[in-house]
């Protein structure tokens, strides 16, 4: 009882920042913005961020795409906003993850994370994120959040770097980049954790972050939290064939060949994508509904614990779809490791009653580095000590006001990308393993990145090259940590 008087109070409150938070929308005045930050700081909203792997804007049905049936990421936007200029800093997973939770460009992180970390690497096993570099689970516990992560870390392997030292109260889930579904290893490595201990548990990984998730909103509905939920789906699998001996008792790193690389499903959900030829789409098909379930037993919880209108909920994916695997980005070009826009425009949602008007479409240019100084900002935090590259972009939200913003990328080598307004430079190669090539695109006019303006608009290449690199040279003059 006790407990549900306490939901209710907040969601009372809550409501009453809902309505300060509506009206300046159309007041602009400094006072009622002040009002707000007050408000939202004395009620701040619990926080479910979930993420797929690899999940490609080509595969989610809201976004146009009936191929593979995704009502409860659909419900998500048809109750909240749909983005469709929303960018991942990266297009690979560690790099991307890095600037989800600090806010800032994977080129600032201490270790260069600008790649993805190999497990069998012995140098990466090394590497990761470190004290210091502070995530929003940190900052969000500052402010009494509970928090936890259930799902994939990829910011550094093994017990050394673990989320349990990064702010997160709860971890359920693997460091490696991709792990079996099945037998939850990073390929011969055991890789699936609660906390700080190895654990072995039984099912499909989807279904068990599902679970989890659905028991720790359950436990955790009478304080603000944050639940970080990035599925490993519907990402390529990584196991080993136990038959075969484990090549760390040979001190030998295996080669790709030898893993198990595959995507896997329950075949009851592969069962439903039968009349798919290609056998890798079917079964990543499969992934991506099982996955759209486990979202919709996770939006139920909420519901049923009547955390629904106190809650913000918000879905994305860590980089493009791999058309390798099964994924896609469609109608853009390019995927999973590319600078053009299949590799780095994602999918985002995000629900937030009171706040976010119900079945609204934003074409505001946004990044995952966004995600946490917004969420910060709704949560009453101030500004961090460290840098931030990400904006506050509750204002395009909540009250439709457009933010400029111009969005840099590289891969801190010979590739990556600059957005301004409707331009964008990509340094890219045209034909894989060949050097990169400069070229200067209209999103405006030509979204699909299919003619190069660069000897058209000698001026605006110029300004943006210029642009571009002197960001470059900034992030490169940092000091790294080794
Ligand atoms: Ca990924």
Same mark, same amino acid.
């Given at each position: 009882m006790a407990s549900e008087r306490r939901t209710i109070i907040r969601t009372l409150l809550f409501f009453v920042a809902a309505l300060l938070s509506v009206e300046a929308g159309f007041s602009a005045s400094p006072q009622s913005s002040a009002s707000i930050g007050k408000a939202r700081a004395t009620t701040p909203p619990n926080v479910i961020l979930m993420m797929a792997d690899d999940?490609?804007?080509? %595969?989610?049905?809201?976004?146009?795409?009936?191929?593979?049936?995704t009502p409860h990421l659909d419900s998500i936007a048809a109750q909240g906003v749909r983005m469709t200029q929303f960018y991942s800093s990266a297009p690979v997973c560690t790099p991307s993850r890095f600037s989800l939770l600090t806010g800032m460009l994977p080129n600032r992180s201490r270790d260069r994370l600008l790649d993805a970390l190999y497990y069998a690497d012995e140098n990466d096993l090394k590497r990761g994120l470190h004290h210091g570099e502070e995530i929003l689970a940190q900052r969000l516990k500052s402010k009494g959040y509970a928090t936890a992560l259930i799902g994939k870390w990829h910011l550094g392997h093994g017990k050394a770097f673990l989320p349990i030292y990064h702010g997160f109260d709860y971890f359920l889930g693997h460091?490696?980049?991709?792990? %079996?579904?099945?037998?939850?290893?990073?390929g011969y490595i055991p890789d699936w954790y609660r906390n700080d201990e190895l654990i072995e548990q039984k099912g499909y990984t989807t279904d068990l972050i599902a679970d989890e998730a659905v028991s720790w909103i359950q436990a955790n509905s009478r304080k603000p939290f944050f639940l970080y939920i990035p599925f490993n789906a519907p990402h390529v699998a990584r196991g080993w %064939?136990?038959?075969?001996? %484990?090549?760390r008792l040979e001190s030998r790193v295996p080669d790709e060949r030898e893993f198990v690389t595959e995507l896997q499903a329950p075949e009851e959900a592969i069962a439903k994508f039968r009349w798919i030829k290609d056998p890798k789409r079917r079964v990543y098909a499969a992934m991506v509904s099982r996955m759209d379930d486990a979202v919709g037993r996770i939006l139920q919880a909420v519901q049923q614990s009547g955390l629904a209108p106190v809650t913000l909920i918000a879905f994305l994916s860590d980089n493009g779809g791999d058309p390798g695997w099964g994924g896609s980005s469609k109608p853009f070009r390019g995927g999973k490791t590319h600078y053009w826009e299949g590799g780095i425009r994602v999918p985002c949602l995000m629900r937030l009653p009171g706040h976010i008007p119900a079945g609204s479409i934003s074409h505001q240019v946004a990044a995952n580095l966004d995600i946490a100084p917004t969420v910060a900002t709704l949560a009453g935090l101030s500004v961090p000590a460290q840098p931030v590259d990400g904006v506050d972009i509750g204002p395009s939200l909540f009250q439709g006001r457009w933010i400029e913003r111009e969005l840099f990328f590289w891969n801190g080598k010979t590739a990556g990308a600059f957005r301004s307004g409707r331009w964008k430079l990509v340094e890219m190669?045209?034909?894989?393993?060949?050097p990169a090539e400069t070229g200067l695109y209209d999103l405006e006019t030509d979204a699909l990145e299919s003619r190069d303006f660069a000897s058209v608009y000698p001026a605006r290449l110029k300004e943006l090259q210029a642009k571009y690199a002197q960001v470059k040279q900034k992030l490169a003059s940092l000091p790294a940590a080794r």
């Open positions: 999940l490609g804007i080509g %595969d989610v049905g809201c976004y146009g795409h009936s191929e593979i049936p460091t490696g980049g991709a792990i %079996d579904f099945w037998t939850h290893r990073w %064939d136990p038959k075969k001996k %484990d090549p190669p045209l034909v894989a393993g060949q």
